[in-house]
């Protein structure tokens, strides 16, 4: 497998990567040199100056995984690569520290005004008046965003004695307890807060979070800082704000565009500017890249990456657990598309006894990508949901006591307005999954190989001449299963075989007296 390196990454990452793949370091390709280049790539590894657009997923016809080595990915059209089923993975823990300390060097710097002290001075001048800062002691500290990083700064500041508000719309107040805070409103951090730190991903509900109207509500004399993403604070709103006295300064390290040549921000010395050093630390650099290098090598072994942006997150532990109920579910999922009719609109699945009480996201996941794959859809772990709700099938999941005599069972119904279909599964002994019913026929079937699956009536002479005319045409029986709902009425008999049937030796089973319908069916 190949990957593409498109951004400068520490030469531990690329090392890394090396031990599996084969790797090509090309930096500073324009957006039509990547479009003409990505199609020969299984992976890319980035950071925030490669934007990855729907154009460039559209040409990407091998790619499996886009890894960005930081944490924004703004940068990339996360819902078409959805779509295309190639994973998203970013790098959330690897530059905390490094963006932290940056946003705490950037506040100090502000209160103390060192910057323009610093310019000051080596320009010949001693003007200590001119220069004289205020202390973050006993002030108010307001965050905004209080995930990894956000934290990291509130246990920091807590230290230098400022009283901490936060807002986290997905922050508990138990959590905001543990760390010593308060969580507080939006408005309620910009009327108390003497400095305001932003720490949100850059969404439409995030851009221009804080605008003209929320400097308008602040504290006279307020200082921010952002070393998040460009655009959250409005850039020429905050530049008014401070040319006009209500904002005593800004700390900026991130633009809405990148170099911000013409950026009004520049032009105002009561704002502090950096090239988006956030991340610029040689400990964050290794840390990140190394990150990133493993989750892409994880997708090219197969496995589920942990911090996939466009897929559920699944511990490795519960990964381990339910890998045998996804194994199962795939095939049930498959088995269920190839014995029902056209024109599904709903796919059902109950989970009942020891697997009801586990995380179930990876199983349902699976059989949803068993069922599109057996309809001809290109489904995989990541783009399996969206592709279901493309086709119109409304997909519900429930729980149950009801275990049908197993320690376990799992119920795949397929239903539409010409009728429905159900396969039931359960796992047992050493991990072996079978599908043990079939609407309401018991019945023992293995998951895997190809298989003839019939209905026919339940009386002596019908079996043996069906495997007459399968030996007719040298088709090897490696197994064979048999059930019945009642006696005299229909069954079904499964017919494990080594090799796919054609349709002219199925209309022979079919004619066998007795047999009511036959299909080959491939798990």
């Known amino acids: 497998m190949k990957v593409l390196v498109s951004d400068p990454l520490s030469e531990e990452g690329v090392r890394k990567l090396e031990t599996e793949m084969e790797v090509d370091v090309i930096t500073n390709l324009s957006p039509e040199e990547l479009v003409e280049r990505i199609k020969d790539y299984d992976a890319l590894a980035i950071r925030s100056g490669t934007k990855v657009t729907a154009e460039v997923i559209a040409a990407a016809d091998k790619l499996k995984v886009i890894g960005r080595a930081g944490v924004g990915v703004d940068n990339v059209d996360i819902d078409a690569a959805t779509k295309k089923g190639i994973i998203v993975v970013n790098t959330p823990g690897?530059?905390?520290?490094?963006?932290a300390e940056h946003t705490i060097a950037m506040m100090l710097s502000l209160a103390r005004n060192i910057p323009l002290a610093n310019a000051s001075l080596k320009a010949g001048e001693w003007n200590r008046k001119k220069y004289t800062g205020v202390e973050v002691y006993n002030k108010t500290l307001g965050i905004v965003g209080l995930g990894r990083i956000g934290a990291e700064i509130a246990s920091r500041m807590k230290a230098f004695g400022?009283?901490?508000?936060?807002?986290?719309?997905f922050v508990t107040a138990e959590r905001a307890a543990d760390l010593g805070i308060r969580l507080a409103t939006l408005d309620e951090i910009f009327r108390e807060s003497d400095f305001i730190t932003v720490h949100t991903p850059l969404t439409k509900e995030t851009r221009n979070l804080i605008d003209e109207d929320q400097f308008k509500i602040m504290k006279p004399g307020v200082r921010l800082i952002n070393c998040a993403r460009g655009g959250i604070i409005n850039e020429e709103a905050l530049a008014k704000a401070v040319a006009e006295g209500r904002v005593a300064?800004?700390?900026?390290?991130?633009?809405?565009?990148?170099?911000?040549?013409g950026n009004p921000?520049?032009?105002?010395a009561g704002v502090i500017v950096t090239p988006h050093l956030g991340a610029s630390t040689a400990e964050a650099q290794v840390n990140v890249a190394v990150a990133v290098a493993e989750q892409i090598l994880a997708v090219a072994r197969g496995e589920l990456p942990p911090n996939a942006l466009n897929m559920p997150a699944i511990s490795s532990e519960t990964l381990a657990a339910m890998r045998p109920f996804m194994d199962l579910v795939e095939k049930m999922g498959r088995l269920?598309?190839?014995l029902g009719e056209d024109g599904y609109d709903r796919l059902e699945i109950v989970y009942g006894g020891t697997v009801a009480e586990k995380d179930t996201k990876p199983v349902t996941i699976s059989a949803v990508k068993g069922f599109l794959d057996s309809l001809g859809h290109s489904a995989n772990f990541v783009n399996s949901l969206v592709k279901l709700r493309e086709c119109g099938i409304a997909l519900t999941e429930s729980k149950t006591d009801s275990t049908n005599g197993y320690s376990n069972i799992v119920t795949l119904t397929l239903s539409g307005p010409k009728g429905s279909v159900s396969v039931y599964g359960t796992v047992y002994g050493k991990n072996e999954g079978r599908i043990v019913q079939i609407n309401e026929y018991r019945v023992y079937v293995p998951t895997e190989g190809y298989m003839i699956m019939a209905i026919h009536e339940d009386r002596p002479n019908i079996i043996g001449p069906c495997c007459v005319v399968l030996g007719e045409d040298s088709i090897n029986i490696g197994g064979m299963h048999v059930g019945r709902k009642a006696s005299g009425g229909e069954q079904i008999m499964v017919l494990n075989v080594d090799h796919p049937v054609s349709e002219e030796t199925l209309g022979r089973l079919t004619s066998v007296s007795g047999v009511i319908k036959a299909k080959m069916i491939k798990l």
């Not at 690897?94 to 963006?99: F, K, L, V």
């Not at 400022?162 to 719309?169: F, K, N, V, W």
């Not at 300064?249 to 040549?261: H, L, M, R, S, W």
Request: charged share 20%.
């Open 94 to 99: 690897g530059n905390t520290i490094s963006a």
């Open 162 to 169: 400022m009283r901490i508000l936060a807002y986290d719309p």
């Open 249 to 261: 300064g800004a700390a900026i390290d991130v633009f809405t565009k990148e170099p911000p040549a």
């Open 265 to 268: 921000l520049l032009d105002q």
């Open 336 to 338: 269920a598309a190839q």
